[in-house]
């Protein structure tokens, strides 16, 4: 209990801290910067340098977090080295990674050598301690950051040529950099210690090596275990309790060697986690698992870590090598440059977008930033200095680079977001795909609430099944944007898509990128497709689970079923949006609306409202009501038309 006393305030005020950085990851977001940007600044407000909330003799204790979270950035790494992803452009994603790695470690070693002079702590350092410094400087700046990369194209939806190449390079990137990782520290080890090198002992690397690989796949077969366990908290427990384990193993066993060669045990738990993550990934039937495991600890663990690298990094070091760190992105920048270059042509790779494929490359994160921390812990001489320098020039490609990759996707054309929605014209516009009994029922619903409806079809023989009055429907075989365009889709404010799956996700993706209508329904035939239909922010109607949820709601709540439904023909639903700009800045209260409506919601720019006779009304708001058919009709026309309310 005495050893775990002082230790209690220091935690207590730690939580406090991730908290504030939290809000301060928030407010960079707000601001387009990224949100780890933002949690280690908060750590460097807090830190010893700043506000010493946190005091250097404390430092040492974070370590066992730390390392928990090292674990868990090599376990996501690993997830994301999915096969399938780097399959179709494998030739080309080698060959990047090849012309990178050659040239960022050249012109990266070359760099360090010629700056010794200017970093206070290598100016005194004998030769072969400054090589040891150089081959892992540069080693580290081949990293990149495939989480940072992930959420920018996962943000744009972006898909093509240019945008498989540079996730499928940045993603293998990472498992190569932890291997070279390995290789380098033992290399500098041996420069350090001032023994020589030879070709034994790189036989005893490469040996060291595939050990951990080895030890990293049966840790891939504990954690295949772990993710058979019906409680997700107990999945997410395991899983970083076997990362910190094999840190703590990697710590107890730092100076055991194997047969007494020089060959150690867990010498570099990053490649046994990142084994055991991409084994877990792609050859076992848990992906799914996996995956949503990894991304229910993300947040939490990328705040704990980047908050703690933060209060960690020593500004008085940097401070002294600001310059250093600029210059060392430059020579980044040139080698990103070079190797990308080098790369494509080796094998006459000509894609359009090859010219700015550099730029998706600048991004560095998680491992990057492990990496850096591990420097530390190997080489307590100079390790912090240079980890500290490192992390310098990783926060200031982690600031240009998703600006920079988030550019050259759109520049390429590659970026398939929303496009920005219809404003509202004063008429109620819907447009239905697929003419039969059903959608013509709807129609004619519609058109009794005032709506003006349009059908479509691809195919003309449906007219034959059209008995008595329909409304005006259009035959239009092959629906491309030019045929939405004519049909005036970017004037609809709803969208009702009723033919096949494959047909309803073709035109709802160009619904979603080229007109950016809010309101779009699809009936599902195939379970399967939902999550597709759900990412373009579609309203998915499943007809075998509707009925099941529409008698549910008639059991447990029957008026509001029989109002939703308008089975009562004295009330009725009804969304509106409010145009009218005299009521804008309004109070509720100081309205008069008729006395059987009731104001259910206001929604602004997506946010539901907590509305109460104080809230105000914005042009804009949609604002859902209840009432008799004739008051409804009274309330949209004020709001939807410049007309003056009468004010209580």
């Given amino acids: 209990m005495n050893i775990l006393e002082p230790l209690i305030p220091i935690f207590a005020a730690l939580c406090f801290i991730f908290l504030g950085a939290k809000q301060m990851g928030n407010i960079f977001g707000r601001c387009k910067l990224p949100l780890i940007s933002g949690f280690l600044f908060a750590g460097i407000i807090v830190g010893p340098f700043v506000l010493d909330f946190i005091h250097t003799e404390n430092v040492p204790y974070f370590l066992v977090l730390d390392e928990l979270a090292l674990a868990f950035i090599a376990f996501a790494a690993g997830a994301e080295l999915e096969l399938q992803v780097i399959r179709g452009y494998f030739r080309s994603i080698i060959s990047i990674i090849s012309g990178q790695v050659i040239a960022i470690f050249v012109i990266g070693v070359v760099a360090f050598l010629m700056i010794q002079d200017m970093v206070p702590f290598m100016a005194d350092l004998p030769g072969g301690e400054v090589w040891g410094i150089a081959i892992i400087g540069a080693t580290i700046m081949i990293a990149r950051s495939p989480s940072s990369a992930l959420a920018i194209i996962k943000e744009l939806r972006a898909h093509g040529p240019f945008t498989h190449k540079v996730l499928g390079a940045t993603v293998l990137m990472d498992a190569v950099v932890i291997v070279l990782f390995a290789a380098a520290v033992s290399v500098a080890a041996v420069f350090v210690e001032g023994a020589s090198f030879d070709v034994g002992l790189l036989v005893f690397v490469i040996f060291e090596i595939l050990l951990d690989i080895g030890l990293g796949l049966l840790l891939g077969l504990m954690l295949r275990v772990v993710m058979t366990l019906p409680s997700n908290l107990m999945k997410s427990i395991l899983l970083l309790l076997l990362g910190l384990g094999v840190f703590t193993l990697s710590t107890a066993l730092h100076e055991f060697h194997l047969f007494s060669l020089p060959v150690g045990l867990f010498s570099e738990p990053l490649l046994i986690c990142l084994t055991a993550g991409f084994y877990v990934a792609n050859f076992t039937n848990l992906t799914s698992d996996f995956h949503h495991t990894i991304e229910m600890l993300s947040p939490g663990v990328f705040l704990m870590f980047f908050t703690l690298v933060g209060i960690e990094i020593q500004l008085d070091v940097l401070s002294q090598t600001w310059q250093i760190v600029v210059i060392l992105f430059v020579v980044r920048m040139v080698g990103i440059f070079l190797g990308s270059w080098l790369g494509t042509t080796a094998v006459k790779d000509r894609s359009p977008g090859n010219a700015w494929l550099s730029l998706g490359f600048v991004t560095q994160a998680g491992v990057s930033i492990g990496l850096a921390k591990e420097i530390g812990v190997e080489f307590h001489t100079w390790g912090g200095e240079l980890a500290t320098l490192c992390i310098g020039v990783i926060v200031l490609n982690q600031i240009v680079g998703p600006p920079i990759l988030k550019w050259a996707i759109n520049k390429v054309g ?235």
């Fill in 414 to 648: 590659e970026s398939h977001t929303k496009a920005d929605g219809p404003e509202f014209d004063g008429v109620r516009d819907v447009i239905i795909f697929g003419v039969e009994g059903q959608t013509l029922a709807l129609a004619r619903q519609l058109e009794n609430h005032r709506w003006n409806v349009l059908m479509v079809d691809r195919k003309p023989e449906v007219l034959a099944n059209v008995n008595g009055y329909s409304p005006k429907i259009e035959i239009v075989p092959d629906i491309t944007k030019d045929a939405l365009d004519c049909l005036k889709t970017g004037c609809a404010e709803s969208v009702v898509l009723m033919l096949s799956d494959a047909e309803n996700y073709a035109i709802c993706e160009q619904i979603y990128e080229e007109f950016g209508v809010e309101n779009v329904i699809v009936r599902l035939h195939d379970r399967r497709n939902f999550e597709k239909f759900h990412k373009l922010g579609a309203i998915v109607v499943e007809p075998w689970t509707s009925m099941v949820s529409l008698l549910d709601q008639f059991v447990r709540s029957p008026y509001a079923a029989s109002l939703l439904l308008g089975m009562n023909p004295e009330e009725e639903f009804m969304e509106i949006d409010m145009h009218n700009p005299d009521l804008s800045g309004v109070a509720v209260r100081d309205i008069h609306f008729p006395h059987d409506v009731l104001i259910l919601s206001i929604t602004r720019k997506g946010d539901r409202l907590d509305s109460h006779g104080y809230t105000r009304f914005e042009t804009g708001d949609l604002v859902t009501v209840v009432g008799s058919p004739d008051s409804l009709a009274e309330v949209r026309a004020r709001f939807e038309v410049e007309h003056k309310f009468s004010r209580s």
